[in-house]
């Protein structure tokens, strides 16, 4: 079945400094599958962050940006300058239509001071 | 105010039991699903609902049976629980829109001892 792969946490960086989650996926369809990043922040349910839905285009949310890569089945999310309040949980996903979304296991990001 | 309510938040129980886990939405939305997450596992899909009819189930073991008792209600009911059920449960929704996004609870965490 399809599977997602992210970068093992917890993953620590202080304020300021850029930020790099790596996600790679599998897909057993031959379509392109929707690509998500998910948000848990302390206390709250997963929220959406940002979606690409065609291959080669970028998403963008909160400063956040990730790049749908086909050739290399990658979708890693990316800042520039972190806060604090990015302290969350990510997770990278993916999807088709309405069906089922296929999760990572979770990427536990916190951000020092 | 959280439009998905799962209770309960925090759930201990001895092996063997049974327990059900609620969840209702209040978004209007006619698919529901269940997820569940294990120590370092990914978010794992277990079902989906459509209009409180079963259309994806992903969970091998009958022990975990899905409750429709209202179109706006996913209860699960967990039969003969063991210590591996550990995990927290999380509850979404979505509507009928293609690629539209899921909606979350903020899940109940279930130790079984």
């Known amino acids: 079945g399809d599977s997602v792969t992210q970068t093992e946490g917890p993953v620590t960086v202080s304020e300021s400094e850029s930020l790099i989650i790596n996600c790679t996926y599998s897909a057993t369809s031959i379509a392109y599958p929707n690509l998500f990043w998910y948000v848990r922040y302390p206390g709250e349910g997963l929220q959406l962050l940002l979606k690409?839905?065609?291959?080669?285009q970028k998403g963008s949310s909160r400063g956040f940006e990730a790049t749908y890569n086909k050739e290399t089945t990658s979708f890693h999310l990316q800042k520039a300058s972190v806060q604090e309040s990015d302290s969350a949980v990510y997770y990278c996903a993916l999807g088709y239509g309405n069906e089922k979304i296929t999760f990572g296991a979770g990427t536990k990001l916190t951000i020092k001071p | 105010d959280p439009k998905i309510i799962q209770k309960p938040k925090y759930l201990v129980a001895v092996t063997g039991s049974e327990k059900i886990l609620i969840c209702e939405q209040y978004?209007?939305?006619?698919?529901m699903y269940w997820y569940r997450q294990s120590a370092k596992k990914p978010l794992e899909f277990m079902f989906s609902y459509s209009y409180q009819k079963l259309m994806d189930n992903q969970t091998a073991s009958s022990r975990f049976q899905p409750q429709s008792s209202k179109k706006n209600h996913l209860d699960l009911q967990i039969t003969a629980l063991k210590p591996d059920d550990s995990a927290t449960y999380f509850c979404?929704?979505?509507?009928?829109?293609?690629?539209?996004?899921?909606?979350f609870g903020h899940g109940t965490k279930l130790s079984v001892l």
């Open positions: 690409v839905i065609t291959a080669g």
């Open positions: 979404a929704s979505r509507g009928t829109i293609s690629n539209e996004r899921l909606f």
């Open positions: 978004l209007g939305h006619n698919a």
